[in-house]
């Protein structure tokens, strides 16, 4: 089990912008997809965006053109940048990669959410202000 870390979230005004980070201390990611989740206070977890090993990278509907996944060297971080921020986009956002034994694609994780076995972080809490 590796538990992953999260930084960048804050407060903003709409039409803000946020950077998180995620990582583990001497962990490299190995899964074949990694990427955000986000959940809203009383509403369900719900993908964000999701890369894969080559890069390719997938985004939920509601984010699409605002926000952006990437991959650190070494894929040793993983970052969601996020602009124009929307009051809707208030959530703990958490990182997850699923174990890499489970080979789960991107679309798997935005379309069915992740396996059991996948690896988080404590989340970091982003608020959008109108």
């Known amino acids: 089990q590796v538990e992953l870390v999260e930084s960048g979230g804050g407060s903003v005004q709409a039409g803000g912008s946020l950077r998180l980070s995620c990582g583990a201390p001497?962990?490299?990611?190995?899964?074949?997809?990694i990427g955000w989740f986000r959940q809203a206070a009383g509403k369900e977890r719900e993908g964000v965006a999701f890369?894969?090993?080559?890069?390719?990278?997938t985004y939920a509907d509601s984010v699409k053109g605002r926000f952006t996944i990437a991959q650190g060297s070494g894929r040793q971080t993983l970052y969601l940048q996020m602009s124009n921020l929307k009051p809707e986009d208030t959530a703990i956002y958490y990182c997850?990669?699923?174990?890499?034994?489970?080979?789960?694609?991107?679309?798997?994780?935005?379309?069915?959410?992740?396996?059991?076995?996948?690896?988080w972080g404590q989340g970091t809490q982003v608020t959008v202000s109108s």
């Open positions: 997850a990669a699923p174990a890499p034994s489970l080979w789960t694609a991107c679309d798997d994780l935005l379309r069915r959410g992740p396996p059991d076995q996948t690896y």
């Open positions: 001497g962990y490299t990611f190995s899964s074949v997809c």
């Open positions: 890369i894969d090993e080559r890069g390719s990278a």
